[in-house]
């Protein structure tokens, strides 16, 4: 019995290294995302990381950039490694990017034992409660939740409870299964955000090594976020 379970816990390792995905506004990409995925990839091997940049926010404004050169900006920063890539769907899809249809989609793309998992800022996952159909995610993705400077794990009531039911014992936990449970990360601290990257430029000051260079010199050649 305790054999079997034992050989039953370790094919489920092989055959679930887990498949990560980031979404996001990417407007622009900046190297809090990237080294946010290089070091998740780093820690869990996964076979990848995938950076879905959305076509319409649905909390935010909309960006002052087109989908397309948010797309060509995320291909700029990700060439340096192989294990990132970048995935058009919800550009391609239009309309309000709800992650809840990304997830149905992936999901239906990689079958359902394959690991899936969503990683996320603290900043997202406090807001998850808002998002539309939130409570279904765990049917598809498990949650990575990644420290982010600024942000405290300041839990209103739903998102407790919410912890409480799906929390993972172990890291590992999130390769043995498909979907369904969440982990709390911390990283290298980087207060680096997108806006922040936009009111730089916007004065005219620099926004150097705050994003990869290529993307830098992509912005100054399109005259973006002026
Ligand atoms: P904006 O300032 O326009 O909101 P942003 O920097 O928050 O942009 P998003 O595209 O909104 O970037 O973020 C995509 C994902 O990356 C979110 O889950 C967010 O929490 C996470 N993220 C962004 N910047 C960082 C960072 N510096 N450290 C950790 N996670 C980050
Ligand atoms: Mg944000």
């Known amino acids: 019995m305790v054999i079997l379970v034992t050989?039953?816990?370790?094919?489920?390792v092989?055959?679930?290294?887990?498949?990560?995905i980031m979404g996001g506004t990417f407007d622009p990409v900046h190297n809090g995302h990237l080294r946010t995925a290089v070091e998740i990839l780093d820690r869990y091997h996964y076979s990848g990381m995938k950076l879905i940049p959305?076509?319409?926010p649905v909390h935010k404004d909309r960006p002052s950039v087109l989908p397309e050169q948010r797309?060509?900006?995320a291909?700029?920063?990700?060439?340096?490694?192989?294990?990132?890539?970048?995935?058009?769907?919800?550009?391609?899809?239009?309309?309000?990017?709800?992650?809840i249809d990304t997830l149905r989609d992936l999901r239906s793309e990689i079958g359902p034992d394959e690991s899936l998992i969503m990683v996320l800022g603290?900043?997202?996952?406090?807001?998850?409660?808002?998002?539309?159909?939130?409570?279904?995610?765990?049917?598809?993705?498990?949650?990575?939740?990644v420290s982010r400077p600024g942000w405290e794990?300041?839990?209103?009531?739903?998102?407790?409870?919410?912890?409480?039911?799906y929390r993972a014992a172990s890291s590992h936990e999130l390769q043995c299964a498909p979907s369904g449970r969440v982990w709390f990360e911390t990283l290298t601290p980087l207060g680096?955000?997108?806006?922040?990257?936009r009111a730089l430029a916007r004065k005219n000051e620099s926004i150097a090594y705050l994003l990869p260079e290529p993307v830098q010199k992509y912005i100054e050649q399109h005259q973006l976020y002026r």
């Open 7 to 12: 050989i039953n816990s370790l094919r489920n």
């Open 14 to 20: 092989a055959s679930t290294s887990g498949l990560a």
């Open 54 to 56: 959305c076509f319409q």
């Open 71 to 73: 797309l060509d900006m």
């Open 75 to 99: 291909r700029l920063a990700i060439s340096g490694d192989a294990r990132l890539s970048v995935d058009a769907r919800e550009i391609d899809r239009k309309g309000p990017s709800y992650s």
């Open 122 to 145: 603290m900043d997202s996952f406090l807001s998850l409660p808002t998002w539309h159909n939130w409570q279904q995610i765990m049917d598809y993705a498990h949650l990575l939740v």
């Open 153 to 165: 794990p300041d839990l209103i009531s739903e998102l407790s409870g919410f912890c409480e039911n």
């Open 192 to 197: 680096i955000s997108s806006s922040m990257i």
